[in-house]
């Protein structure tokens, strides 16, 4: 796929920001395998609904089928690697003064791609826990094929993502806000921006008066709100969008 023109009104916006904001799904890790949610064919869920895997409820009711469909990500995602979406974020952070990546993916990436504090809205797929008492539970074999108890409790470990129904981690939740009603610039790349708070963060963004940019091939509910909209994937429009600012900074400081 042709690398898609950047428009120049948008690079512009992008090399005059003060704080950028990123927010990732599942589309950006596409690229590397790692299926999404709602994508027909390979969709995680096409199968299952959410709800009955993604929630405490299922998990209770059947906690070795739910862990093994973590067990199953996680095989998936440690055989996957980072792809071109994920390393020019990484580039980004060092061609705009201030960047804040959130992701609502748990497959840990970003920060494999070199990404320096990802925010991990959903929590991460490799963090277990106990769902009784909480305590991290850093210590679970791999492959581990059913789910282990808990050494202080004797609950069910669980693993460290945040399911339907549960509350967004409340450091991640506020710093992740902060950053969306800071920004100048918020960049939403590869998400439906159908799950909720996360999807409100562009919004807040976009009510505080930042530029919204949307990256994702098709068209989601935010893009009547953007700015800009890119219809491309994310492994071709941001290394685009990196290439094309990294030159026009560079033009910024000969230009001096
Ligand atoms: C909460 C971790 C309250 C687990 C996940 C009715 C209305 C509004 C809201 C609700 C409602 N009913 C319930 C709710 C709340 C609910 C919600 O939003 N439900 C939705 C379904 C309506 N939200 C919650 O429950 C949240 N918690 O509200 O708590 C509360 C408050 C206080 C105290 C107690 C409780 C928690 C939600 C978190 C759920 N956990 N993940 C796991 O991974 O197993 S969500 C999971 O799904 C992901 O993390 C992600 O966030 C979401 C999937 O979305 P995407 O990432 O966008 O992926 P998707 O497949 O949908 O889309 C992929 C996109 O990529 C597509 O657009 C595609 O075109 C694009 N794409 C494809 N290829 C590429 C690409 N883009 C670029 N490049 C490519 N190559
Ligand atoms: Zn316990």
Same mark, same amino acid.
């Given at each position: 796929? &042709? +690398?898609?023109?950047?428009?120049?009104?948008?690079?512009?916006?992008?090399?005059?920001?003060?704080?950028?904001?990123?927010?990732?799904? *599942?589309?950006?890790?596409?690229?590397?395998?790692?299926?999404?949610?709602?994508? +027909?064919? #390979?969709?995680?869920?096409?199968?299952?609904?959410?709800?009955?895997? !993604?929630?405490? @409820?299922?998990?209770?009711?059947?906690?070795?089928?739910?862990? !093994?469909?973590? /067990?199953?990500?996680?095989?998936?995602?440690? %055989?996957? /690697?980072?792809?071109?979406?994920?390393?020019?974020?990484?580039?980004?952070?060092?061609?705009?003064?201030?960047?804040? $990546?959130? #992701?609502?993916?748990?497959?840990?990436?970003?920060?494999? +791609?070199?990404?320096?504090?990802?925010? /991990?809205?959903?929590?991460?797929?490799?963090?277990?826990?106990?769902?009784? =008492?909480?305590?991290?539970?850093?210590?679970?074999?791999?492959? =581990?094929?059913?789910?282990?108890?808990?050494?202080?409790?004797?609950?069910?470990?669980?693993?460290?993502?945040?399911?339907?129904?549960? *509350?967004?981690?409340?450091?991640? $939740?506020?710093?992740?806000? @902060? +950053?969306?009603?800071?920004?100048?610039?918020?960049?939403?790349?590869? #998400?439906?921006?159908?799950?909720?708070? *996360?999807?409100?963060?562009?919004? !807040?963004? %976009?009510?505080?008066?930042?530029?919204?940019? /949307?990256?994702?091939? $098709?068209? #989601?509910?935010?893009?009547?709100?953007?700015?800009?909209?890119?219809?491309?994937?994310?492994?071709? &429009? $941001?290394? !685009?969008?990196?290439?094309?600012? *990294?030159?026009?900074?560079?033009?910024?400081?000969?230009?001096?």
């Amino acid at each position: 796929m &042709a +690398a898609p023109q950047v428009p120049g009104e948008l690079l512009d916006r992008l090399a005059t920001a003060r704080h950028v904001v990123v927010l990732t799904g *599942a589309g950006v890790s596409a690229e590397s395998g790692v299926p999404t949610f709602r994508d +027909a064919q #390979t969709g995680l869920w096409s199968r299952f609904r959410p709800e009955q895997l !993604a929630t405490v @409820a299922a998990f209770e009711s059947d906690p070795p089928t739910v862990w !093994a469909w973590y /067990e199953w990500r996680r095989d998936l995602v440690g %055989k996957a /690697e980072p792809n071109p979406g994920h390393l020019a974020l990484a580039r980004l952070e060092a061609l705009v003064p201030r960047l804040t $990546l959130v #992701t609502q993916n748990v497959d840990g990436l970003h920060r494999r +791609a070199g990404s320096r504090d990802p925010i /991990e809205f959903h929590g991460n797929l490799f963090e277990n826990r106990c769902l009784d =008492c909480g305590l991290q539970a850093d210590d679970v074999p791999r492959p =581990c094929p059913s789910p282990p108890r808990c050494i202080a409790c004797r609950g069910w470990i669980r693993p460290g993502v945040v399911w339907f129904g549960e *509350a967004i981690p409340a450091a991640a $939740l506020a710093r992740s806000f @902060a +950053a969306a009603e800071d920004c100048d610039l918020f960049l939403s790349v590869g #998400t439906s921006a159908e799950v909720y708070p *996360a999807a409100g963060l562009a919004l !807040a963004a %976009k009510r505080h008066g930042a530029t919204l940019v /949307e990256v994702n091939p $098709l068209p #989601t509910s935010l893009a009547r709100h953007a700015d800009f909209v890119l219809s491309a994937a994310s492994g071709t &429009a $941001l290394p !685009a969008m990196c290439d094309a600012l *990294a030159r026009r900074v560079e033009v910024n400081i000969h230009a001096r």
